[in-house]
Each structure stands twice: as structure tokens, then as C-alpha cells.
């Protein structure tokens, strides 16, 4: 056991590997210790990321009508969420949308399709849209995001030219037959599997505050560094209305910020993102929670709307840090972040939870 969170630093930052017994006490620490615990963590995100933020983009080619049934999600069978439902967008629409993100900052662009996983026919669409992404924009990264992979896909997506695969395990091994029983945990593990014997940077990661215990979070954490996952995305629950998980508030700020100084200490050196849900609940810990995560999604998520994204931008500037691979004067123009009205609850929303109805798959420009 270390004695405080800086020695711990000085035992990652020499290659340890974190122990059960290091992530339990990380997790479990108390608030007044809040400040050492991410200040450790931070010199291993600096060792490793500098002070860059790096920005990604989500672009939902086909929103709702899965046949899945993940609890947490708006998008799957019999949800009542009032979400955006539409079938694939047309590649112009798709390239358009990547477009306003990267004009944005972002350097990936996550092309994501709800389903179980794609036909052949869907690996098709898609490479004709990375294809086309790519030439316009040599530079930036896709991550691709279908689902479970058949035989094949992983080689036909990384030909076309998409550079990582996200699959998420989401929660433990134990703990995913509560969340779904329409596929397994051992199902997600091998198309990420697949997807990195592929040659595709493998990207993973969790949804937290699910009702997982502090054993499942660190079961899920173990598995992800097991897997070698390039990045790992943090979501934080997002309950829509309509949901199973409707109405279930069990994160603190200050609980977040432990969940990714966790993440951060067992996996030093890869991007972790503060992913969905930051919003409502980092709160206003966002800007410190930047100092443990060096990525996040610009703009809004799949299915609800995220905070405008000249507010991320400033956000990033504001902390001190900035956009990997902008301009300079890229980030000293966005302006203040605007203020949220936040009721009393212990475990209160920071922001609404607001579904998404401009950008992809609508009329109305993206919010970027
Ligand atoms: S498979 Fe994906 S889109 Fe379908 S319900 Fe599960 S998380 Fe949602």
C-alpha cells in the first residue's frame, strides 16, 4: 500500500503495474483529498500527454431502432427515449458533419452506427465514407464504432483507411448480464480483440454509474489494461427518460474525478477521455478533471446534445491546456463557458439532459 497518492505517482510513473488493493484505496479515497489525488494523477498525464486536450468528434451515421437491448442506452430496443431515430445518412451528409468537427479542433472523427454489429453491406458504406473523409482531410484520425465484427470487417475497415475501432466493455464481466442479455461481455472482448489483430488502435472503454460496485469498476478498469486498449473513453451515465436506468443519479464530481485518477494510475500512458455525461456530472469539476483525462468529444453525443462546443474549446484554454495539433490562436478566441441552474441533490444533474435534434440526420447545423 503507498503511503499517498504522490508515492503512488513515482511507482506508475517508474512502470509499476497498479494492484487491486492501490485502485480500491484510489477509488475510495476521501474528498478532502481530492487536490493530492489529482495532482498525482496529473504528472502522469503530463509525463505522458504534455498539456494537450485531444478533441474528437462523434458523427452518428444511424440513430435508435437496435435490436440490442443495453439498458443504459437510448437507442435500443423498446427504448420510449424521444431520441432521433433515422437509417444510415448519406455519405455527403456524413462528410459534411466530420467536416464542421474537424474545422472545430477535432483531430478523430468517430464514425458510429447503432446495431449489433454491421452486414458486410454496412463495412462497404462506411469505407466508401472514410475513403472519401480521408481525401479530403488527409490528416485526421477515424475511429470507427459498429459493433460486434464479423469474420473479415476489421482487415476491410483498416484497407479503407480507419485508423482505431471503439467497442466498449462498458462494465465487469460480472456485472454486463444486468445490462444486457442480448450479447456478452466475451462477445465485446473479442471484436476488440479482432479489431487489434487487425492492425485497427484499439479503443475501449466504460459507462459509470450504472449501480457497479467499486469491485465491478476496478474488475472493468483490470480488463480494459488487459486488453491494451489505446484509448479509453469514461462515459458517465446518461439516464434518458424512456430508459431502465431512467432516473438513476448515483455519481458525485468528486466521485468522477476518482473513477478516471483510477483509470489514469492503472493505465498511465493511454488516452482516457471524459466522454459522455461529462456535463451533468463533473459539473463544474470539468476543468480539473482535464488534468487526469487529455481527451474528450467536442460538441454533442449520439443521441442528446452536449455543451456548445466553443464552450469545450474555451474550457481547454482556460485550464491552460491546448488543442492537439491546432493553431495557436485556435483556442484564445473561443469564448466563456456559459453557467448552468443547478438544483440541491447530493447527486444532482449539472446540466439537463437534452436530446440531441440538430446536427446529423437533421436540418439544423451541428453544434461545434
Ligand atoms: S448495441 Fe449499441 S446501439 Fe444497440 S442498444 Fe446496445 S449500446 Fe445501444
Known amino acids: 500500500m503507498f503511503n499517498n497518492f504522490q508515492a503512488l505517482a513515482d511507482r506508475q510513473l517508474s512502470g509499476a503495474t497498479l494492484t487491486r488493493q492501490d485502485a480500491l484505496a484510489v477509488l475510495t479515497s476521501s474528498d478532502d483529498m481530492m487536490l493530492d489525488l489529482v495532482a498525482a494523477a496529473a504528472r502522469l498525464r503530463r509525463a505522458h500527454f504534455a498539456n494537450t486536450v485531444k478533441v474528437n468528434y462523434l458523427v452518428n451515421l ?5 435490436p440490442e437491448d443495453c439498458t443504459y442506452c437510448s437507442q435500443r430496443l423498446g427504448s420510449a427515449a424521444q431520441i432521433l431515430k433515422y437509417t444510415w445518412i448519406k455519405p455527403e451528409e456524413a ?3 466530420a467536416t464542421t468537427g474537424i474545422k472545430a479542433g477535432a483531430s478523430r472523427v468517430c464514425l458510429v452506427a447503432s446495431g449489433k454489429g454491421p452486414t458486410d453491406r454496412d463495412v462497404d458504406r462506411v469505407a466508401g465514407m472514410v475513403e472519401g473523409l480521408k481525401e479530403q482531410h488527409p490528416g485526421v484520425e477515424v475511429c470507427a464504432c459498429l459493433g460486434i465484427l464479423k469474420e473479415g470487417q476489421a482487415e476491410k475497415l483498416k484497407a479503407c483507411g480507419v485508423d482505431a475501432y471503439n467497442h466498449n466493455l462498458n462494465t465487469s464481466e460480472e ?3 444486468e445490462i444486457c442479455s442480448t450479447h456478452e461481455f466475451a462477445d465485446r472482448v473479442r471484436t476488440v480483440e479482432h479489431a487489434k489483430a487487425a492492425g485497427l488502435s484499439p479503443c475501449s472503454g466504460l459507462i459509470v454509474g450504472m449501480g457497479e460496485s467499486d469491485e465491478d469498476l476496478i474488475d472493468a478498469i483490470f480488463a480494459l489494461r488487459d486488453l491494451g486498449s489505446d484509448s479509453i473513453p469514461v462515459n458517465f451515465l446518461m439516464p434518458f427518460e424512456g430508459t431502465p436506468l431512467e432516473g438513476t443519479w448515483l455519481l458525485t464530481p468528486a466521485r468522477c474525478l476518482r473513477i478516471l485518477a483510477t483509470v489514469r494510475f492503472a493505465c498511465p500512458d493511454v488516452e482516457i477521455r471524459m466522454a459522455g455525461g461529462r456535463e451533468m456530472h463533473l459539473r463544474t ?3 480539473l478533471a482535464l488534468n487526469i483525462a487529455n481527451s474528450l468529444f467536442l460538441g454533442d453525443y449520439l443521441t442528446s446534445e452536449g455543451q456548445p462546443g466553443q464552450d469545450d474549446l474555451a474550457m481547454i484554454a482556460d ?10 490562436d485556435n483556442d484564445s478566441s473561443a469564448p466563456a463557458a456559459t453557467s448552468h441552474d443547478m ?6 444533474p449539472g446540466a439537463p439532459l437534452t436530446i440531441r435534434r440538430r446536427g446529423a440526420g437533421t436540418e439544423f447545423a451541428a453544434n461545434a
Open 62 to 66: 444511424k440513430s435508435g431502432l437496435c
Open 319 to 328: 485550464a491552460g491546456f491546448t488543442v492537439l495539433g491546432s493553431q495557436p
Open 175 to 177: 456485472m454486463y448480464k
Open 285 to 287: 469539476l470539468q476543468p
Open 95 to 97: 462528410l459534411a458533419q
Open 343 to 348: 438544483p440541491d441533490a447530493e447527486t444532482r
